[in-house]
């Protein structure tokens, strides 16, 4: 069953279960910590203000329900997006999958849709930057940055999205801020460091790779539903993908068009997605079950482990046992 809310039905359940005792919210001159209400997901959300025009948001929850949320036409910041685990789906062309990271342009966002699926534990960071922070904070830095990043500072008409990997080395920053070990103004300065050096590896994958902003307004509609419908055929199917031609044939589009769409919407192969797919299903399965080695591999479709251990460690940079074993010490 979906649950359908506008901004007011949102943030009314919020106030109501506030008022009837069913959650906590907690604040004080620079941090919000709040529950969410019963009937939409278990789990919280925090917001921090880390300096003006620097916020970071967390968001770790689980909700009970397939979640419709309309969310009306808004002036966006500068945004940096990091989805750590659970699938959700926007309408306004910056989907982000889990293990992905994004760079997003201010600009004026039109009404939006925002999906969440039911039962699974969506996490992320999302960091807001004023314009004109950010230009400060890359002032006179831009000549060794793409060309089109300017376009970040500034209030475009249409969206300006740099979507990459989410590498190791902004894996191990995300964990020290979900992680954070200090409490007061020493929290504070802790986490706006931490953020700035988010910004920071964002900033030199593009460079290192040479990237492109993607605009998605000559890229929506049917050709955009299709590719994303390519996605999620690949995800239902780990074990056994179909070849690019049946996978082409089954979303009704040629190959050449859903080679090109799935690198300008994913930057990346079909196949170089389901495998980055397969292994951040990999991680979170060793970071939340008992399972071993063998049956984490096999789910995610690997018949052999030492297969399966290469590519873990090629992604993440270390081996899955010791990546289990470090979760579970934290637990």
């Known amino acids: 069953m979906a649950i359908t809310l506008c901004n007011q039905d949102y943030s009314e359940l919020f106030e109501e279960a506030i008022q009837n005792s069913e ?14 209400p019963p009937q939409l997901a278990e789990g919280f959300y925090q917001d921090i203000q880390l300096r003006p025009g620097l916020e970071l948001l967390i968001k770790n929850c689980v909700h009970r329900e397939y979640i419709i949320r309309k969310i009306p036409e808004c002036q966006w910041p500068v945004g940096s997006f990091f989805h750590i685990s659970g699938n959700y789906r926007c309408d306004c ?38 314009p004109h922070l950010f230009g400060e904070l890359v002032a006179g830095q831009l000549g060794g ?42 929290k504070r300065m802790y986490l ?47 074990d056994n993908p179909p070849s690019i031609l049946d996978l082409a044939r089954q979303v009704g589009l040629n190959d050449r ?50 297969r399966f251990a290469a590519a873990f460690r090629k992604q993440f940079g270390i081996n899955p046992k010791t990546y289990q074993l470090q979760q579970r010490r934290e637990i």
């Open 23 to 36: 959650i906590t919210r907690q604040s004080n001159e620079f941090e919000t910590i709040c529950e969410y």
């Open 93 to 130: 062309g910056t989907y982000v999958d889990p293990g992905y990271n994004t760079l997003t342009g201010s600009c004026v966002v039109p009404q939006e849709t925002l999906e969440y699926a039911p039962k699974e534990r969506l996490q992320s960071v999302y960091v807001c930057i004023d």
């Open 145 to 186: 940055l793409p060309l089109e990043l300017e376009l970040l500072a500034g209030e475009g008409d249409e969206i300006v999205n740099f979507a990459r990997t989410t590498t190791p080395s902004m894996q191990v920053t995300l964990q020290q801020i979900l992680h954070c070990p200090y409490q007061g103004v020493f």
């Open 192 to 238: 706006e460091g931490k953020v700035l050096e988010l910004l920071a590896l964002q900033l030199m994958q593009l460079v290192d790779r040479e990237d492109v902003p993607r605009s998605y307004s000559n890229f929506r509609g049917h050709d955009l539903e299709c590719i994303h419908h390519a996605k999620e055929i690949l995800i239902r199917n780990l």
């Open 257 to 306: 068009k859903l080679k090109q769409g799935f690198h300008q919407v994913f930057n990346t192969t079909p196949f170089a997605y389901l495998r980055h797919y397969r292994l951040e299903q990999a991680r979170q399965l060793l970071m939340d079950s008992e399972a071993s080695i063998e049956q984490v591999a096999k789910t995610v479709g690997y018949g052999d482990r030492s």
